[in-house]
């Protein structure tokens, strides 16, 4: 019965006796802060003809921002920034694949943000939630 008493008693002992840091020993960095999280987005659809020269600067864009209150959709053309944030709508790419189950050719267009502080850049599929693709 005299055991746990022993270890309480060898334990206070130790901590006791351990060293002390030295007087000018740097004082321990606090932890570091989360990075604030990214914002997420989804490109949700686009209007235009994607197949006329230069087209995609009349096309407008429907982006969604999923982290805010004012989460509703914004309707922008390239080059404008999303509100509440440093990310400019910059490009937009019209691709296409074929759904083999139904047999048929899906829009997966992409659009791409970046922002404009750090100069990162965010591939948004079409109705996909934020950043499936990094560039």
């Known amino acids: 019965m005299k055991t746990p008493a022993l270890a309480l008693a060898f334990g206070v002992l130790v901590a006791a006796s351990a ?3 030295p007087p000018d ?10 990075a604030p999280a990214k914002p997420r ?18 096309m407008e864009f429907q982006v969604k921002r999923l982290d805010s209150v004012q989460s509703g959709s914004e309707f922008l053309h390239l ?5 509440g944030t440093t990310y400019k ?3 937009f790419e019209y691709k296409s694949r074929l759904n083999t189950q139904i047999n ?20 948004l599929a079409l109705a996909i939630i934020n950043g499936s693709v990094r560039r």
């Open 19 to 21: 060293p002390a840091a």
């Open 25 to 34: 020993a740097p004082e321990p960095k606090p932890a570091a802060t989360p």
């Open 41 to 58: 987005f989804k490109f949700q659809a686009y209007n235009g003809d994607h197949k006329a020269a230069g087209a995609e600067k009349d």
């Open 79 to 83: 080059g404008d920034t999303i509100r």
């Open 89 to 91: 709508l910059f490009r």
């Open 104 to 123: 048929e050719t899906e829009d997966v267009s992409e659009l791409t943000l970046i922002n404009t502080d750090t100069k990162e850049m965010l591939v």
